[in-house]
C-alpha cells in the first residue's frame, strides 16, 4: 500500500525536518520515518508490531534512521530527547485506557517547545469503507480526537489543525489483505469470514490506476507546541 504522497506534502510544509530530531510513534512499515529521513531529520520509528517492524528494516536504509520496539504510553527515552514526535494514522491504534499517556510521554520526551504532530484518517471516503466490516474504526477514531482535547494538560498547545485528502494504492487484493492483517494479527480470523464481502467492496469501490487500486481517505492534522515542562 501506498498512502504517503499528499501526507509527506503536508508534513514538509508544517514541520521542519532539517536537523530535526523525530521519534516517529506508531511507525508501521517506516515509509514516514524513510521520508523524513531523506528530508534531513534524525529519526527513530518506534512500533509495537513484531511483523510491521520486519517489514520496515527489509527496506534498505536511507540514512541513519532507527527503529525499535515499544509503546506509545512508556516511551524508552529521556525527558527533552526530541524535538518532535508524530503520530502517522497511529494514535486511534493506542488502547484508548492509554491514549492520554501517550500524548503526556509524547510531550515528556520533547524538548522544550517542541512540535507534537497527530495525522488521523477520518471515518469518511471509500478507504474507510471497504475497511469498517473487518474493523470499523469509527468509535477509536473519536476517542483519539477526544484524546487530543485534553492535550493541554501535558504542557501542549494546538497550533494547528487542517484537512486533507489522500489516497491508498494497493498493487492487487491479495496485498490489500496481507496489509491489514500486518498492521493488526487479530484481524486474520475475521478476515477469513468476511473474505467474500471485502472482495467483493474492493472491487466495487476501487478505482483502478496506474499507481495501483485507489481508495480515498480524508484525514486531519492536529499540531501542538510544548509550552511547559
Known sequence: MNSITSSTCVLADLLPLAGARVLDIGSGDGNMVRFMTESGARVVGLECGLEQLDEAQSHPAVGDEKYMQGVAQALPFGNGSFDATTFFMSLHHVPEVYMHSALQEAARVLKPHGIVYIAEPLAQGSGYEVHAPIDDETLVRQQALEAMQHAS??????????????????????????QLIRIEPARAEPFQRLESE????????????????????????????????
Open 153 to 178: 494538560e501535558f504542557g501542549l498547545q494546538q497550533i494547528q489543525e487542517l484537512y486533507y485528502d489522500t489516497c491508498y494504492y494497493y498493487a492487487d487484493f491479495s496485498e490489500y489483505k496481507n
Open 198 to 229: 471485502l472482495r467483493e467492496l474492493f472491487e466495487r469501490l476501487g478505482r483502478v490506476t496506474d499507481q495501483g487500486v485507489e481508495f480515498d481517505q480524508p484525514m486531519r492534522v492536529n499540531m501542538f507546541r510544548k509550552v511547559s515542562g
